[in-house]
């Protein structure tokens, strides 16, 4: 480490939040006590032996008493912060990312994150993991909200077969908010690609299924798995009831919309959608869920799939009267491109039409839109840019801003989306 960086991370020791000035203080205190009392034995000592003649070498006695009580201070005072150093090293280099961090930095980092803002995220899918993968550096307060629509793929066998959540969204999430890209996470997110009836299943999904059953219901099974990836922030579902996420379709030449029903199955219809629901439609929301929302500087709904990832949350009754309720910021997170088979051709007016077709206009206020329009798209049928295009007299606050991800510019930068929602968060207006 350079002789810069090494002063700099000093110095991170008395950084305010460290929760360490105090206790430097009180050990400052306490060694200066123990000082005083060797001094008055030392001087009861010195009265009443005689020494040798090199004594009066070795106790400096040669230079004055100011000079030398400020000479052994400064060494004392060296001497105690090599200690704590060296100490603080031995004792949290096990606990330590090699390569990444030194303790002061560390241990700045994760108090920051302990005083973070309290934020919900609401959705499911990719979009979802990528805004909690930026959150989870800049706080820990970080409650995810979960569709549990899902009925394709691993997620769908299992439910159909098991009669749980569908843990796929879940299993993203817990790996997006883990500690640490380590083995584990990569080990949940290994999906099977052989095996009679492994074949497709996700070690992840299987492992909260299995945990589920061990600890008796799948909100425990989420706490226990959070624990083993050292997970910042909580996962919740946004109900424990069975439901079925059912589309209506438009159609010109038809009198009645046509109905489908299934979350995997209505992007693949190919029509456009005219609205959602859920089967069954009044149903309870997650008790936790609520109290996060109710409890939150800020609520964020998307990014993510609007059908099938944002919406089925929001269509749980309690869930928007909470978010109504709620004195938290509230901004709805546009996706950067359109998605095939769910928002061909919408515009960011569009994104948000729909979602106040679903929830109502007073629900999200704020609205933010990618405005970096200059990479290329994958050359993929329903993929284009969504434009930042809306009525000047719309009842929603824009706010544009270069959200790209540049090795996947149809996806947003988790890093970038999170510092500017976290400094949104924080400003007074």
């Not at 910021?329 to 979602?355: P, S």
């Amino acid at each position: 480490m350079k002789p810069r960086s090494q002063i700099r991370s000093a110095l991170r020791w008395l950084a305010p939040g460290m929760h360490v000035k105090r206790w430097l203080l009180l050990l400052l205190l306490g060694t200066t006590i123990v000082g005083l009392g060797v001094a008055y034995l030392l001087r009861e000592i010195y009265v009443r032996w005689t020494f040798p003649p090199v004594f009066y070498y070795l106790t400096l006695q040669f230079i004055g008493r100011q000079w030398r009580g400020l000479l052994f201070g400064v060494l004392g005072l060296t001497a105690i912060a090599v200690a704590i150093y060296q100490l603080n090293r031995s004792l949290l280099a096990a606990f330590l990312r090699p390569g990444h961090e030194n303790v002061a930095e560390a241990v700045y980092r994760h108090w920051q994150r302990e005083r973070g803002p309290k934020i919900v995220a609401i959705g499911g899918g990719t979009g979802l993991s990528t805004l909690l993968r930026g959150l989870k550096e800049h706080t820990q307060n970080i409650t995810a909200i979960v569709t549990v629509a899902d009925d394709g793929g691993s997620s769908g066998r299992l439910r159909r077969q098991l009669g749980v959540l569908p843990p796929g969204d879940f299993r993203n999430c817990l790996t997006a908010l883990a500690d640490a890209e380590s083995l584990t996470t990569q080990l949940f997110q290994y999906r099977f690609s052989e095996g009679e009836g492994l074949n497709g299943h996700s070690f992840g999904n299987l492992f909260i299924v299995a945990m589920a059953g061990v600890t008796g219901n799948f909100e425990r099974a989420l706490l226990e798995s959070s624990k083993v990836l050292a997970v910042r922030g909580q996962i919740l579902p946004s109900t424990l009831e069975n439901v079925t996420l059912v589309a209506e379709l438009k159609d010109e030449g038809e009198e009645l919309p046509a109905v489908v029903e299934g979350e995997s199955q209505i992007p693949e219809s190919g029509r456009p959608i005219e609205r959602v629901f859920l089967q069954p439609g009044d149903v309870p929301a997650y008790p936790g869920a609520l109290r996060a929302i109710l409890e939150a500087d800020l609520i964020v709904a998307g990014p993510g799939s609007l059908y099938t990832s944002v919406l089925p949350n929001l269509l749980v009754p309690d869930i928007v009267r909470a978010v109504r309720a709620s004195r938290a910021k509230k901004i709805y997170v546009c996706n950067v491109a359109t998605q095939r088979g769910e928002t061909e051709g919408y515009t960011l007016a569009d994104h948000v039409a729909a979602l106040q077709r679903h929830v109502g206009p007073d629900v999200f206020p704020n609205v933010l839109a990618n405005d970096n329009l200059t990479a290329s798209l994958p050359n993929v049928p329903g993929v284009a840019w969504v434009r930042p295009e809306y009525p000047p007299d719309a009842p929603y606050r824009v706010y544009k801003a270069d959200l790209v991800d540049r090795e996947r510019p149809w996806r947003h930068d988790s890093e970038k989306l999170a510092r500017w929602l976290i400094e949104f968060c924080e400003k007074g207006e």
